[in-house]
């Protein structure tokens, strides 16, 4: 178990991260630390043993918590370090900021190439963390450098080079996976018309509306799109829209989401990903990738 430090964020034992999480599932963590800062934060992760679990979450918009919750630490960083301004020509956003008030920033400085961002509803670091991305853009394409900290508490600035971004994935150059969590962001952008940007960003959120189940909890595209196809297309297919496993369905606006009814537990989420994984596989012989992360235990 972790050591108690003293440090002046919120630290709540057993807490439960359905209320952390946009499908609104999930079990307990025994520890969830809320930080008041960076330095805090600092303290906070210096104070913990070498062994304790420690996991970030933005706005648990691409997670799936098991029921039975985590044995460990969570790190809440939404709300937490907010800083948004101009560094020069650049814009720097911390970990803690929505994407959304990111894109709407950007596009108020005369910046494009950020618009995308505007309909992600998660955090700059969990955008950092899975190179979210939509409608041809993508996070990683408009980084230019990072701040890390890690288990110990050390921050460390990092070139945008440092790392590799693929389709919903980031790694350290050389294939070392990420042992640092994202701290803030310098992003790269072209200079250009604010009305431009805003309006862009006016109907990109239009499409969503139109093509998203938003009035339930959903994390967003279940999988990743397989090269040259559609996760959505291959499920739906399948005949899988409106299929359910408990409170979790297959939603009916869109192939890819799957919506909690407003009594799912993770386990019934969980199955009905491995249901629609096997099905699609079966009859259309392609494996999907997960999109959305799972952390926890399974409940006993
Ligand atoms: C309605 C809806 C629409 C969506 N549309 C899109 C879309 O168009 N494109 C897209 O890419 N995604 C989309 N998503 C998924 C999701 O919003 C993104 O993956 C988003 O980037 C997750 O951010 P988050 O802050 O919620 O991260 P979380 O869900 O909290 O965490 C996701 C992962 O990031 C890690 N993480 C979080 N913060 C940090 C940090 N500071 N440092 C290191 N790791 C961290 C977590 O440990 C976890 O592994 C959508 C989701 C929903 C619900």
């Known amino acids: 178990m ?5 440090t002046q964020g919120k630290l709540l034992l057993n807490e439960p991260l359905a209320r952390y999480t946009s499908w609104r599932v999930g079990g307990m963590a025994d520890c969830l630390y809320i930080p008041a800062g960076l330095e805090d934060l600092q303290e906070f992760l210096q104070g913990l043993s070498e062994n304790e679990p420690v996991y970030f979450i933005g706005l648990g918009s691409n997670l799936l918590v098991r029921d039975g919750g985590v044995r460990g630490t969570v790190v809440l960083m939404h709300n937490v370090l907010t800083g948004l301004h101009m560094d020069g020509s650049e814009v720097y956003a911390e970990a803690g900021v929505t994407c959304a008030k990111l894109a709407k920033f950007t596009a ?25 991305g939509c409608h041809g853009g993508e996070t990683w394409d408009i980084v230019k450098k990072v701040t890390t900290i890690d288990h110990r508490g050390q921050v460390r600035e990092r070139d945008g080079q440092e790392f590799v971004a693929t389709y919903r994935h980031v790694e350290m150059t050389g294939g070392e996976p990420l042992n640092e969590w994202f701290i803030a962001a310098w992003f790269e952008l072209a200079e250009g018309a604010a009305s431009e940007a805003e309006q862009k ?22 999988f990743r799109n397989p090269p040259g196809d559609f996760a959505a297309r291959l499920v739906e ?16 606006k869109h192939a890819n989401f799957i919506v909690n009814l407003g009594d799912a537990a993770a386990a019934d989420i969980e199955q009905l990903i491995a249901h629609m994984r096997a099905t699609v596989k079966q009859q259309h012989g392609v494996d999907l990738q997960q999109e959305v992360r799972v952390i926890g235990e399974f409940k006993e």
């Open 2 to 6: 972790m050591a108690q430090p003293i």
């Open 108 to 132: 108020r400085q005369h910046r494009h190439g950020a618009e995308f961002m505007a309909g992600i509803p998660g955090t700059v670091g969990g955008a950092l963390a899975m190179n979210a």
């Open 201 to 222: 960003i006016k109907s990109l959120l239009a499409k969503r509306l139109a093509t998203q189940p938003l009035n339930l909890p959903n994390a967003g595209s279940t």
């Open 237 to 252: 297919a399948c005949g899988l829209k409106g299929y359910k496993i408990g409170g979790a369905q297959v939603s009916e």
